[in-house]
C-alpha cells in the first residue's frame, strides 16, 4: 500500500508491522538473517529473533489483528535528558519499535494504527481519517472486495 506516514514513529511501527505479509507470503522474522537484514536496512542493531517475533505479535494484537492472540512483550529502553529534552534510548530494534509504539501511545495516535481485517490481507497501515474511522488498508482493494462479497451474499439471501 503507497501510503506515506509522515511521523516517523508511524513509520518505523508500520513497517516492523508489516514484516508479516500476509498477502504475499513473506515474513522477515522467518530467519535472524532477514531480520538483521531488516533492522540493518534502517539503521538499527537486530537483537534476538525470538523478541522481535513476541514484541510483533504482542503489537499486532494491540493494533486489533483479529488473528492475534493477546500477549506482552518488552524492551530495555532507557529514558535520557539531553539539550532537547527527555529522549528514549535503547540498543535493539524491537526496543526502538517500541519506543516508537510509547510515543504514538502518548501523543494519543495509537489507536490510529490499525490492521486490515480482510483474511488474506492483515496489512498493517495508519489510519489518517478525521474521525479515525479508516477499516480496509485500501478501499479500491480490500474494502472494495469485502463490499462486493457482502452484496453478493444479500443478493442471494433475497434470491433464496
Not at 472494495?144 to 443478493?155: I, L, T
Request: hydrophobic share 40%; glycine share 6%; net charge negative.
Amino acid at each position: 500500500m503507497s501510503e506515506r506516514p509522515e511521523h516517523p514513529d508511524v513509520a518505523l511501527v508500520i513497517a516492523f508491522l508489516n514484516t508479516l505479509d500476509v498477502e504475499e507470503g513473506t515474513d522477515a522474522l522467518h530467519s535472524a538473517e532477514s531480520w538483521q537484514d531488516w533492522a540493518a536496512d534502517r539503521g538499527l542493531t537486530p537483537g534476538p529473533l525470538t523478541g522481535a517475533r513476541s514484541t510483533r505479535a504482542a503489537l499486532r494484537s494491540a493494533a486489533g489483528d483479529p488473528d492475534s492472540t493477546p500477549r506482552e512483550a518488552s524492551a530495555a529502553i532507557e529514558v535520557r535528558v539531553n539539550a532537547d529534552g527527555p529522549v528514549f534510548t535503547t540498543t535493539s530494534a524491537t526496543g526502538a519499535v517500541l519506543s516508537a509504539a510509547a510515543r504514538l501511545s502518548v501523543l494519543g495516535l495509537w489507536d490510529r494504527v490499525k490492521i486490515c481485517p480482510a483474511d488474506d490481507c492483515r496489512w498493517a497501515f495508519y489510519d489518517q481519517s478525521r474521525n479515525h474511522s479508516r477499516t480496509w488498508c485500501s478501499m479500491q482493494s480490500c474494502g472494495n472486495r469485502e463490499k462486493a462479497r457482502a452484496w453478493r451474499e444479500r443478493a442471494a439471501a433475497e434470491a433464496n
